[in-house]
């Protein structure tokens, strides 16, 4: 079994990848999504997105714990996503992932994400062109939804992904037009699962063990991907994996105050404050002293206030 720590465009940077592979026993994590248009970015993009290949050659594109980083790349020309994901793979990632997922209304709009679920055999055409662009040992991997508007098109898009050679299909059990409402439709993902031969991997609404639990017998996969359940319980992969106690509320503390230097080391990140403020609300799922620390920060305006709080 195997639990994936999944990309949030915004959240779930290397940073935030670096602490909870750390403390959660994840055994993989994909990088928020790298938007290719119509040119072969340079080496810089792929730096800022996933640090861990700046020393892939003697680390292998691990975080400091050891868990190996996948790139995940997003566009709609077969031709410019096999061309980066040959220098991503260069470059020393594990591997490739292509979103197909995305529901931002930007992204769709310039036919990138979930909108390329209305079209199977643009993702067969995409998929086959990265895998061929790649040595043969090489992962590929896909993410997609259930579908746009509805889930017509799921099975049919899963097995187009299949066909063009892909290793391996992450499925979040929601439409785009669903977002991320309850519920997951895990049984989607078992029909997938009955029509398809690659491993597939169960995402959506996975918040605990018990979740996780069920996930797992509705889907029929083995492996699961969490994000948001990740960022609420820092250490669920270690949760679901090894039924480990959840981190108590003085670890999270720890945690929190790990990003803060993290974020806030040398140049000041202009995003920190809105980032800690998105986390405690993720927190507090779980932990009432998140809530009442939630209340305190914010109200503040500074890193610098934030530090002292904390």
Same mark, same amino acid.
């Given at each position: 079994?195997?639990?994936?720590?999944?990309?949030?465009?915004?959240?779930?940077?290397?940073?935030?990848?670096?602490?909870?592979?750390?403390?959660?026993?994840? /055994?993989?994590?994909?990088?928020?999504?790298?938007?290719?248009?119509?040119?072969?970015?340079? /080496?810089?993009?792929?730096?800022?997105?996933?640090?861990?290949?700046?020393?892939?050659?003697?680390?292998?594109?691990?975080?400091?714990?050891?868990?190996?980083?996948?790139?995940?790349?997003?566009?709609?020309?077969?031709?410019?996503?096999?061309?980066?994901?040959?220098?991503?793979?260069?470059?020393?990632?594990?591997?490739?992932?292509?979103?197909?997922?995305?529901?931002?209304?930007?992204?769709?709009?310039?036919?990138?994400?979930?909108?390329?679920?209305?079209?199977?055999?643009?993702?067969?055409?995409?998929?086959?062109?990265?895998?061929?662009?790649?040595?043969?040992?090489?992962?590929?991997?896909?993410?997609?939804?259930? #579908?746009?508007?509805?889930?017509?098109?799921?099975? +049919?898009?899963?097995?187009?992904? +299949?066909?063009?050679?892909?290793?391996?299909?992450?499925?979040?059990?929601?439409?785009?037009?669903? #977002?991320?409402?309850?519920?997951?439709?895990?049984?989607?993902?078992?029909?997938?699962?009955?029509?398809?031969?690659?491993?597939?991997?169960?995402?959506?609404?996975?918040?605990?063990?018990?979740?996780?639990?069920?996930?797992?017998?509705?889907?029929?996969?083995? /492996?699961?991907?969490?994000?948001?359940?990740?960022?609420?319980?820092?250490?669920?992969?270690?949760?679901?994996?090894?039924?480990?106690?959840?981190?108590?509320?003085?670890?999270?503390?720890?945690?929190?105050?790990?990003?803060?230097?993290?974020?806030?080391?040398?140049?000041?990140?202009?995003?920190?404050?809105?980032?800690?403020?998105?986390?405690?609300?993720?927190?507090?799922?779980?932990?009432?002293?998140?809530?009442?620390?939630?209340? +305190?920060?914010?109200?503040?305006?500074?890193?610098?206030?934030?530090?002292?709080?904390?």
């Amino acid at each position: 079994m195997r639990v994936v720590l999944a990309p949030m465009e915004g959240v779930l940077d290397y940073r935030m990848r670096d602490l909870l592979t750390q403390v959660g026993s994840y /055994d993989l994590c994909v990088t928020e999504f790298i938007r290719v248009i119509d040119q072969v970015l340079p /080496d810089r993009v792929f730096y800022r997105y996933c640090p861990e290949l700046i020393d892939a050659s003697a680390y292998g594109s691990c975080t400091k714990a050891g868990t190996p980083v996948r790139v995940q790349l997003l566009g709609q020309s077969p031709e410019y996503m096999a061309e980066n994901a040959a220098k991503v793979i260069e470059l020393g990632s594990n591997g490739i992932d292509i979103n197909f997922g995305c529901p931002s209304k930007t992204v769709n709009k310039s036919r990138g994400g979930a909108i390329l679920l209305k079209d199977p055999e643009n993702l067969y055409q995409i998929v086959k062109a990265v895998k061929a662009a790649v040595p043969n040992d090489t992962i590929v991997s896909a993410k997609i939804r259930l #579908g746009y508007e509805d889930k017509s098109l799921a099975i +049919e898009n899963a097995q187009a992904v +299949e066909a063009a050679g892909a290793n391996e299909l992450t499925v979040h059990a929601r439409t785009k037009v669903e #977002g991320y409402k309850p519920p997951a439709h895990w049984h989607w993902i078992a029909k997938i699962n009955n029509e398809i031969s690659i491993p597939v991997i169960a995402n959506g609404e996975v918040w605990n063990l018990a979740d996780a639990i069920t996930c797992r017998e509705v889907s029929g996969c083995n /492996d699961i991907m969490v994000g948001r359940g990740a960022l609420t319980i820092p250490n669920l992969g270690q949760v679901i994996k090894q039924e480990s106690d959840v981190m108590p509320w003085l670890q999270v503390q720890a945690l929190l105050s790990a990003y803060t230097e993290f974020e806030t080391d040398g140049d000041k990140s202009k995003y920190y404050c809105n980032r800690i403020k998105q986390w405690l609300k993720y927190l507090k799922g779980y932990y009432q002293q998140a809530d009442l620390l939630f209340d +305190e920060v914010r109200r503040l305006k500074t890193a610098e206030a934030i530090r002292a709080l904390l």
